[in-house]
Each structure stands twice: as C-alpha cells, then as structure tokens.
Nanobody, 120 residues
C-alpha cells in the first residue's frame, strides 16, 4: 500500500517562495515521481518529474524558478518554488509510479493535493 501526503501549500504574494513536501508511505524507490498542478478551471499539468533513471525534468513554464529534490532515505519528495507568479496558483499534487510518465492518467499513486494561492 502506497500513500502520498502533500504539505506546504499556502498563500503568498507574487515573487514569493514556497516549499512543497510530499511524504511517501510505502516502497516506491524504483518509481518515477512527479509534481502536477491543476489551476482553477483548467486541466491537470505536469510541473516536474524525476524518472527512475534519475533524470529530472521541469516544465518550461516553471524552469529556472522551481526545483525538485528527492530523498529516498527519508521518503520525502520536495518542490521548491521561487519567484511565484499569479499563474502558478493551483492545487499541487504529488504522484508516483507511472508506466507512461508523459500521461497523467498512467500514474498509479496520487496525494490529495495542497493548494497554492499567489496574489499579485
């Protein structure tokens, strides 16, 4: 049984920073992990992922502002968000284990999400 629990969301002003955490319960050490977000009224989109090869990818919209890290020892997965913009406002989800990393419907495990609000 795998469970993902996100934390760290909140309200910030544009230009501010937040750190999102994803606590992983269960064994996913050989799985890819990702952060997705879903802005109000929009489709869910991938923000970043680390593949089981160790390769990391960050979406163009957040490149240079968001950084991810993974600590398999502590079963934690982080998303550091800097220079936040109003368009970054969304519910952010942690996900793990996917047969097709580019297809969000193919991810096996999801957290409940944590909301990020950015005011201008």
């Amino acid at each position: 049984q795998v469970q993902l629990v996100e934390s760290g969301g909140g309200s910030v002003q544009a230009g501010g920073s937040l750190k999102l955490s994803c606590h992983v319960y269960g064994n996913i050490r050989h799985c890819a992990m990702a952060w997705f977000r879903q802005p109000p009224g929009k489709e869910r989109e991938m923000v970043s992922r680390t593949e089981n090869t160790g390769r990391s990818i960050v979406a163009a919209a957040v490149e240079g502002r968001f950084t991810l890290s993974r600590d398999d020892h502590e079963n934690m997965y982080y998303l550091y968000m800097d220079a936040l913009k109003p368009e970054d406002a969304a519910v952010y989800y942690c996900a793990a284990c996917a047969s097709r990393v580019n297809d969000y419907s193919a991810w096996d495990y999801w957290g409940e999400g944590t909301r990020v609000t950015v005011s201008s």
